[in-house]
């Protein structure tokens, strides 16, 4: 943002250094400043921690003093720690988990507080809302895609109800891609690694094309990988887990200086893949008996479960194709000193086929089946779909932002959102039973999904600063959310249902400013997530959630700014939870949707950052979330009477504990470079996959365990070559090779339950040159 709009506290803070991230992901000033002249000596490293800028409450502020949990991930760091898509979010913030779904790498699944949703039917909202330059992604299905140059990204823990709303009672990611620069600039980057892992990037700036005042910064990546579970019946590059990535990014920049500005981008993004690699884990003595005899009736081997990761399976191949194309518009004008009119707008489409999703790793099964008629030895399978999706969203944003004197700034805004999607999704299985004088048989069935579904909000917010001494300041705000929707299902039943819903939202903050280096907060809000309906469910909708949370906070630097320590306690009153219970029977894979009950989630969070002498850097984050159901009433299938499950029930794809440690040291002139050397460790305890155990027969076999990740990296960079600069490294992802597991899926009445792992040990080397 340019222009005369700056209030003294934006000011200060704007003259801050950027890019160094809250989270503890400390860099060089070779990644925060850019690269200098080729006759130039190499870059000083600081003595102390740099100063950060984030735009989380709309307005550019120094983040120690912002009174949010929030976190910063650099564009050097999303480099250090290979960030290629939103899954790799993992473990990079306190209480923060992110993975892709068991079916499709496309769907992410993220929590913060333990909060989140991993149902990827496009009817269910996220109560964690992930923006690309203040435009909202409208579903978490579709979302995992190429971050192409970024530069930085926000992770903002607890309910965002005033400034972000749009379902965010567990919190926000904003990420945030870098703009054009004023002077001319390319930068190449490839890269080779294991399981043929090949990647290049172009990344060109024009800089301002004469006295028009615009400028232009387009980026173009291809990446490309082999499956790391091997298919016999396949090429390699068509094994699980292959992939091929197409991703283009354009934006153009106006600003002359004067009161109005612009940014347009476009963005085009096409996967095409092999679904990632899913096997059984667990099975019914009779399912896996039947399936068993499979060679003995012309078919292939039946690949029994087990808790261990597979390196060989043989799926139906599962190719799957994701599009994204969005555009976005953001304009602002400032109308006086102290006032700035901004829009956003933004436009995006998504679009994604699956071809067969084969989620047992087994294929070519035969066996004897009684239906449909003529009775014999037919073709069979475990479970597969096929899946066709689309969805476009459009979004509009006005922010008026300003101040009164010297003491009052505010934020008022409007809002508005519509989406449309479509799901056909057919199933197909084999239903196992035992019929009297004959044996093990297998009943063949269908069942389809198919449905429109229409979203709409409209919004109106507003937030006030009020600073009452130079120290002491409070921060109020208020947004009121309508949201309408609308179900138009023809499988597998015929039905329309509308509804809409409203609510009120708040916060109030107390902001006191101890020293320069020392703020303290306190803060009370809400959050709300739309009601809606679950087109896999038998019942007629459900109504909101809501959320109330309490925390207080401190951002310290210590010691000369050579030690950064942020902490947070917060205590979260959750009511009306909606609960998508996965259930699968007879009549395929289905679910139950409703407000299930209340909980409260109360935890700590901790991030620590230290440079305790020149050249070394070391960081530490730890959340810790106590999640305690009061109340949670749901339908038993059995009896279908109505029961209090609270002393079981969990909450699904939620670690209880996360932490994540980091260290790096830099050595200054080598080879007319910066040398260094890094190492991360990320730990997630305990998850389980089910809401209520009791429905799901094995529940505990596919719970992922803790585990722990090491990813390292050993970088030479700043090294001229003759009027560019190169550097180049050399990284590991999960050295340890730890078998860990993503997602999980229970089947119940089919009889089978599966889990999708982590990806083994991956390495390889990058060489970036920028000139």
Same mark, same amino acid.
């Given at each position: ?25 400390? $860099? ?49 760091? !999303? ?108 930068? &190449? ?31 173009? /990546? ?22 091929? /990535? ?33 096997? %059984? ?34 799926? *139906? ?48 099964? @035969? ?23 689309? $969805? ?47 044996? &093990? ?128 306690? +917060?205590?979260? *009153? ?39 002498? *020149?050249? %070394? ?60 050397? @890094? ?15 009791? +429905? ?17 990296? !050993? ?57």
């Amino acid at each position: 943002m340019s222009g005369p709009f700056r209030h003294r506290s934006v000011r200060a803070a704007c003259l801050a250094t950027v890019l160094l991230p809250a989270a503890a992901y400390a $860099q060089t000033a070779a990644d925060t400043v850019p690269p200098p002249p080729a006759a130039a000596a190499p870059p000083t490293e600081p003595a102390g921690l740099a100063d950060i800028v984030v735009t989380a409450q709309r307005r550019s502020e120094a983040l120690q003093r912002t009174p949010l949990a929030i976190t910063a991930i650099t564009a050097a760091t !999303i480099e250090t720690r290979r960030i290629t898509d939103a899954t790799d979010l993992n473990g990079v913030a306190p209480s923060l988990t992110s993975t892709s779904g068991p079916s499709n790498k496309g769907h992410l699944v993220v929590f913060i507080r333990g909060i989140g949703e991993s149902e990827p039917i496009l009817t269910a909202d996220s109560p964690v809302s992930i923006y690309v330059d203040g435009v909202i992604l409208g579903r978490t299905t579709g979302s995992v895609f190429e971050l192409v140059d970024l530069e930085r990204i926000e992770v903002l823990r607890g309910p965002q109800g005033t400034l972000y709303g749009r379902n965010t009672t567990g919190g926000a990611i904003n990420l945030i891609t870098k703009k054009p620069t004023d002077a001319f600039g390319v930068e &190449l980057l490839g890269s080779y690694g294991n399981l043929n892992y090949t990647q290049g990037r172009i990344s060109v700036d024009t800089g301002l094309l004469g006295e028009s005042g615009l400028k232009a910064k387009l980026s173009y /990546i291809h990446r490309e990988r082999q499956g790391w579970v091997d298919d016999p019946a396949s090429p390699d590059d068509k094994d699980p887990g292959a992939y091929n /990535i197409d991703a283009f990014r354009g934006v153009l920049a106006f600003d002359r200086g004067g009161a109005v500005r612009a940014t347009y981008a476009y963005d085009h993004a096409v996967n095409d893949a092999i679904i990632p690699p899913s096997q %059984l884990t667990a099975m019914t003595p009779n399912a896996q008996a039947y399936f068993s005899r499979s060679p003995s009736v012309g078919g292939t081997p039946f690949i029994a479960p087990t808790s261990e990761r597979l390196k060989v399976l043989r799926p *139906d191949r599962s190719p799957v194709r994701d599009r994204n194309i969005g555009h976005s518009f953001t304009a602002e004008v400032d109308l006086g000193p102290d006032t700035l009119l901004r829009s956003i707008s933004g436009w995006k489409t998504w679009k994604n086929r699956i071809v067969n999703t084969d989620l047992t790793g087994n294929s070519g099964l @035969r066996g004897l089946v009684v239906s449909p008629a003529p009775p014999g030895i037919k073709p069979v399978e475990v479970f597969g779909a096929t899946n066709t999706r689309r $969805q476009r969203q459009f979004s509009q944003e006005l922010n008026l932002i300003g101040g009164i004197g010297e003491r009052i700034d505010y934020v008022l805004g409007g809002y508005y959102f519509r989406e449309k999607a479509y799901e056909l999704n057919p199933q197909f299985y084999t239903f196992v039973t035992s019929i009297p004088g004959l044996g &093990l048989a297998g009943i063949n069935l269908t069942n389809t999904l198919d449905y429109n579904h229409t979203s709409k909000s409209y919004a109106a917010f507003g937030q006030v600063t009020y600073r009452l001494t130079d120290s002491l300041s409070v921060i109020g705000g208020l947004r009121y959310t309508k949201d309408e929707k609308k179900l138009v299902q023809t499988q597998p039943s015929v039905r329309t249902l509308k509804n809409d819903w409203s609510r009120v939202n708040y916060s109030a903050t107390l902001q006191y400013q101890a020293s320069p280096d020392l703020m303290v907060y306190g803060r009370v809000a809400s959050g709300y997530k739309a009601g809606g309906f679950n087109a896999r469910s038998v019942n007629d909708g459900y109504e909101p959630e809501s959320l109330t949370a309490y925390e207080i906070g401190v951002k310290s630097q210590l010691l000369d700014r050579r030690l950064r320590v942020n902490a947070a306690l +917060f205590w979260n *009153d959750l009511k009306d939870k909606q609960l998508n219970q996965f259930l699968a029977g007879s009549g395929g894979a289905s679910s139950i949707a409703v407000n299930a009950g209340s909980a409260t989630l109360k935890g700590v969070e901790l991030e620590v950052e230290a440079a305790p002498v *020149d050249g %070394l850097r070391l960081s530490g984050a730890l959340g810790y979330v106590d999640r305690d159901f009061k109340s949670f009433i749901v339908r038993d299938p059995a009896t279908n009477a109505l029961i209090d499950v609270a002393d079981q029930a969990r909450f699904s794809y939620s670690a209880g504990t996360t932490y994540n440690l980091g260290a790096e040291y830099s050595v200054q002139d080598v080879a007319g470079g910066i040398l260094s050397a @890094r190492l991360d460790y990320s730990y997630r305890s305990k998850v389980y996959f089910n809401v209520v155990p009791q +429905f799901v027969p094995f529940d505990a076999l596919i719970a992922a365990p803790g585990f722990g990740l090491l990813d390292g990296r !050993i970088q030479l960079g700043g090294v001229d070559l003759g009027g560019t600069t190169a550097t180049f490294s050399l990284w590991g992802k999960n050295l340890t090779n730890k078998l860990y597991r993503t997602s999980g899926t229970d089947f119940g009445a089919l009889g089978f339950a599966i889990n999708s792992y982590g990806e083994p040990r991956t390495y390889g080397v990058d060489a970036r040159i920028r000139f």
